[in-house]
């Protein structure tokens, strides 16, 4: 009987994290994919808006959003 609890308790803990695992892949993936698309305009010279809202929900570092407020307020140099 102990080792039935034991592996139902197991199995508990082991659905619950993959439940928390996938919610978390899930509500990060939109957010990388926007940083890196942030990051291949800006190597590719590319005219890039950035609101403040967006870089707030990027959960970037501060140099790191200092960074990109630098990139967006200099001039943008398009390519012939």
Known sequence: MEILVTIIVLLL????????????????????????SIIYMMKHNEPVKIDIETLEGLNLSLKEKDYLISIQKQEVKLQP
């Open 13 to 36: 803990l082991i659905v619950l994290s993959v439940i928390y695992t996938t919610f978390i892949f899930i509500s990060t993936r939109h957010k990388v994919r926007l940083a890196d």
